[in-house]
T-cell receptor
Framework: DAGITQSPRHKVTETGTPVTLRCHQT?????MYWYRQDPGHGLRLIHY???????DKGEVSDGYSVSRSKTEDFLLTLESATSSQTSVYFC??????????????????FGPGTRLTVL | GESVGLHLPTLSVQEGDNSIINCAYS??????FIWYKQESGKGPQFIID?????DKRQGQRVTVLLNKTVKHLSLQIAATQPGDSAVYFC??????????FGKGTMLLVSP
């Protein structure tokens, strides 16, 4: 398995509280991604990073912020958690961006996931 | 607990059968496609990819077919095994830096 860890793996919190999820990689990959996975929706991109301090929004970024102060860590923060943010969150990493990359290693490696419940 | 498998289309096969999982994609500009496998409680795992300049690509026991005319992708698994039981997702890339994922199909393999 690619060296990706997520912490915590499970969290239960209350509406209105701040929550930070951490993704840590040991692969030195440039690109990192945060997704959420919900029944009936598949995986949806929240934010991604293309380098230290370089981030961009994904499809469902409202209510989330991210930070990447070093290559190996990508943090996802819910400033004020809501029940609609109850989900399973996955971090992913890749060596290359998908667009324009040569054929071959465009794979995104996923972490084990964090199950977040907002009561 | 809540499962990503709820409400998914399901394909049930016997061990040893060949399985075909289908995916309709939405963007005619998509030029790169990936199939992922997700076992219960785990993150998605890359299976095989294909670019739009190909219509077929083979891996170990898996084959991906791409029909750009009807925007259809399929994953064929030969000699399906119980360990193949999982949710399978297709994903497409339309020239940007991110993937768009399908909702998935659950494959159940009976011994």
């Amino acid at each position: 398995d690619a060296g990706i860890t997520q912490s915590p793996r499970h969290k239960v919190t209350e509406t209105g509280t701040p929550v930070t999820l951490r993704c840590h990689q040991t692969e030195n990959h440039r690109y990192m991604y945060w997704y959420r996975q919900d029944p009936g929706h598949g995986l949806r991109l929240i934010h991604y990073s293309y380098g230290v301090k370089d981030t961009d929004k994904g499809e469902v970024s409202d209510g989330y912020s991210v930070s990447r102060s070093k290559t190996e860590d990508f943090l996802l923060t819910l400033e004020s958690a809501t029940s609609s943010q109850t989900s399973v969150y996955f971090c992913a990493i890749s060596e290359q961006l998908l667009a324009g990359g040569p054929s071959g290693n465009n794979e995104q490696f996923f972490g084990p996931g964090t199950r977040l419940t907002v009561l | 607990g809540e499962s990503v498998g709820l409400h998914l289309p399901t394909l049930s096969v016997q061990e040893g059968d060949n399985s075909i999982i289908n995916c309709a994609y939405s963007n005619s500009a998509s030029d790169y496609f990936i199939w992922y496998k997700q076992e219960s409680g785990k993150g998605p795992q890359f299976i095989i990819d294909i670019r739009s300049n190909m219509d077929k690509r083979q891996g170990q026991r898996v084959t991906v077919l791409l029909n750009k005319t009807v925007k259809h992708l399929s994953l064929q698994i030969a000699a399906t095994q119980p360990g193949d039981s999982a949710v399978y997702f297709c994903a497409e890339n339309a020239g940007y830096s991110t993937l768009t994922f399908g909702k998935g199909t659950m494959l159940l393999v009976s011994p």
